[in-house]
């Protein structure tokens, strides 16, 4: 299929602007693993500049033309960027798929959430007004006191090539709505729906420096954004190491960070459920998204009573599974996003194999494939708890599976984890699934499913999957500061002193 790439450039202070260094990144097609256009390279110059646009836009006439704004301003121009994405939903999904390899269907699904979430935060930008001075009970009749929430300033989002341009906008748009200015750095593994957004603000007539939008390589743009003094926040998504990295830049400055990290989530299957039911939402948990997931569920904990009858059905679901190019009408498993992914997940299975770990499905890539960056839906037995594959996140499609007796059982293993993001309970006995809900250890627990998320309900992890939320009012208040008033409303004097005349 044939589908023209915009050629673009770095988006700084509403205008698009060449790398200063004139670099430029390969864009490879993961299903073809051809060269098919490119992407500037930012570098510390360009994030300068566009700090700079942002500082300046946050303080433009006295921040009465964004920061200080009211909300339903800022809303405006939310829902404008909704609509546009509703427009152009097929020719940014199509670009989607073809720049990170996810079936079309699926990009079109995240375009749907992109606009939503647009929508959803021009609504609370518009509540925000609302909110402002609202009143705080104190003990004393001499003073009033009230609260007001302000934009945090200028912030660094940056954001992973899983859900490229859904990520960018779970954090753009609470930003936004908050009277923040932002730079956005994507990955420079799928940046081009990110560059379209750029598009799609200048279209709708964003005052120009409030979204600046930088790809590049994360040590040469990522990097200085995070440690740079006028940037007043960092919010992030991906890796724990690079999370650490960003955390220990913003140590320096005492900036606030929130961190979206990876995840080795578990999912618990008892013996009481519907086998295909719970086969399938166990394969959705896992292989959603080529299996590059920060949530999936890819460690399967599952009742020893029905584990073969089970495992057996997970083999026929998986093996059912189309595994083609992201354009192929139902595909629903596409190539890994890179070589290096490509390469990562396979020595990963290699490992788990060599230490004692049955590949029961899957494993390499399939035999009607001969190019791109394909791999088979893969499970694993046979998994003790001190395997590389049962303690490490691997991003991509591999589930490890592992048999419990007891309650308890289950749930020492599920809480087996460095990590803390998702986890998910397949049983009919509701009041056992309650207990396990509070048993877990994580930010999220999906019951009798895995791997739903809504705009208005909270995402985040414990542990080393970092902390902050996103999404819902929460996401808000990531890009919110709150500021204490009081007043003095009584007509005699304090009195503390003793008055010299």
Request: hydrophobic letters at 40%; proline letters at 5%; a negative charge.
């Amino acid at each position: 299929m044939a589908i023209s790439l915009p050629s673009r450039e770095l988006f700084i202070d509403g205008e698009w602007k060449a790398p200063l260094l004139n670099k430029r990144i390969p864009i490879i097609n993961p299903s073809t693993q051809q060269i098919i256009g490119d992407i500037p390279a930012a570098t510390n110059e360009d994030v300068d500049l566009a700090v700079a646009a942002a500082k300046s836009a946050l303080s433009r006439n006295k921040g009465a033309d964004w920061s200080s704004a009211s909300g339903s301003v800022r809303a405006r121009y939310l829902r404008a960027i909704a609509a546009k994405i509703t427009e152009k939903k097929t020719e940014l999904g199509k670009l989607e798929a073809l720049d990170c390899g996810k079936p079309l269907d699926e990009a079109l699904w995240d375009l749907d959430d992109v606009a939503g979430c647009f929508d959803y935060y021009a609504d609370l930008a518009e509540k925000l007004d609302e909110k402002q001075k609202t009143p705080v009970s104190v003990p004393m009749d001499t003073f009033r006191s009230y609260v007001l929430k302000e934009p945090i300033g200028v912030v660094g989002l940056i954001t992973p090539w899983n859900y490229p341009l859904l990520m960018a906008t779970w954090k753009v748009a609470p930003a936004l709505a908050a009277g923040c200015t932002a730079i956005l750095k994507p990955s420079e593994l799928a940046s081009v729906t990110c560059l379209e957004l750029a598009e799609i603000c200048r279209e709708v007539g964003l005052p120009r420096g409030v979204l600046n939008i930088l790809t590049g390589l994360g040590p040469e743009a990522g990097a200085p954004l995070a440690s740079h003094p006028d940037v007043d926040k960092i919010a992030f998504t991906g890796s724990s190491a690079t999370g650490s990295k960003i955390m220990t830049a913003a140590a320096q400055l005492i900036k606030p960070v929130s961190l979206e990290l990876g995840g080795k989530s578990p999912i618990v299957v008892f013996e009481d459920v519907d086998l295909d039911k719970a086969a399938e939402w166990t394969l959705f948990g896992c292989f959603w998204t080529n299996g590059q997931i920060c949530s999936a569920t890819s460690r399967l904990i599952v009742h020893e009573s029905i584990a073969t009858e089970f495992l057996n059905r997970l083999v026929k679901w998986a093996k059912n599974i189309k595994i083609s190019d992201p354009f192929v009408e139902g595909c629903r498993l596409g190539p890994v996003v890179s070589e290096g992914q490509y390469e990562k997940i396979l020595k990963f299975i290699s490992n788990a194999k060599s230490e004692g770990a049955t590949i029961l499905t899957g494993g390499s890539r399939p035999e009607h494939l001969k190019k791109g960056f394909f791999i088979e839906p893969t499970i694993i037995t046979d998994v003790t708890t001190s395997m590389q594959i049962w303690r490490e996140e691997v991003f991509g499609p591999v589930l490890c599976v592992k048999t419990f007796s007891t309650e308890e059982e289950a749930i020492d293993l599920a809480n087996d984890t460095i990590y803390g993001l998702g986890s998910a309970v397949i049983s009919n006995d509701l009041e056992r699934c309650d207990r396990l809900t509070k048993a877990f250890k994580a930010g999220i627990t999906w019951i009798n499913c895995s791997q739903p998320c809504f705009t208005q309900a909270p995402w985040g992890g414990n542990k080393r999957s970092g902390f902050g939320r996103e999404l819902g009012e929460w996401g808000l208040d990531n890009y919110l500061s709150v500021k204490q008033v009081t007043q003095y409303i009584s007509d005699e004097a304090w009195g503390w002193y003793q008055n010299p005349t």
